[in-house]
């Protein structure tokens, strides 16, 4: 079962940051926070993962709460190109991945 | 940059048939895994490959899928015999080690149609 929460949808501006929110409130202390993306018709892609610290790369940043309940993903500039299913995972040292449903994230123009 | 291959990328057949998907990882992962994804869900682990042993399998259905991976290279997951409610996205990934900090990396996928 996913351990996670994510709204359905969400729309976002071009150009502009996109904010993706998650909720894990029965994350354990040894599992980290993960993000994938899955464009259409493609297999998913690794984005950034967490376990307390913020984290910052190329595609995106990840701020997690202090008591690691909650996090969201920050993709700073929008494109088109963005437009994908977000997977927001939560796993432990086993590294089984265990996808919801997701947020699926359309970026207009 | 290195990519995990699939084959076929598409599959069309028909219910009581037998079916196989190929999947090449990422030269040097020692980790393999197979995901099911049905349309408009996420992702589902059916088995998980460490080198040439089955980790986990516990969400395979063992009386028509079998998966293996012979040499700890590449892999082969069959279907036999295909039912209607197999249709979906067949997924191959691989990771370096299956370690909680290693990266999955994904394949296109082949997406089965059964008729």
């Known amino acids: 079962d996913a351990k996670t929460t994510q709204p359905t949808s969400m729309d976002c501006a071009e150009g502009r940051a996109a904010n993706l929110p998650c909720n894990h409130s029965t994350i354990s202390g040894n599992e980290y926070v993960y993000w994938y993306r899955q464009i259409h018709s493609q297999g998913p892609q690794y984005i950034i993962h967490?376990?307390?610290n913020n984290e910052t790369n190329e595609m995106a940043s990840l701020i997690i709460t202090e008591d690691r309940k909650s996090s969201t993903l920050i993709l700073p500039h929008a494109t088109l190109r963005d437009t994908a299913v977000y997977y927001c995972i939560v796993a432990g040292g086993d590294y089984k991945l265990s996808f919801g449903a997701g947020t699926t994230v359309t970026v207009r123009a | 940059e290195a990519e995990v291959a699939q084959s076929p990328r598409y599959k069309i057949t028909e219910k009581s048939q037998a079916v196989a998907f190929w999947c090449d990882p990422i030269s040097g992962h020692a980790t393999l895994y197979w995901y099911r994804q049905i349309l408009g869900q996420g992702p589902e682990l059916l088995v998980q490959?460490?080198?040439?042993?089955?980790?986990?399998d516990s969400q395979l259905p063992k009386d028509r899928f079998s998966a293996e991976r012979l040499k700890g290279v590449d892999s082969t997951l069959k279907i036999q015999p295909a039912e209607l409610g197999d249709s979906a996205m067949y997924l191959c990934?691989?990771?370096?080690?299956?370690?909680?900090?290693?990266?999955?990396?994904f394949g296109p996928g082949t997406r089965l149609t059964v008729l």
């Open positions: 490959f460490q080198d040439e042993s089955v980790v986990d």
């Open positions: 990934a691989s990771s370096s080690s299956g370690l909680a900090t290693d990266t999955q990396y």
């Open positions: 967490g376990l307390k």
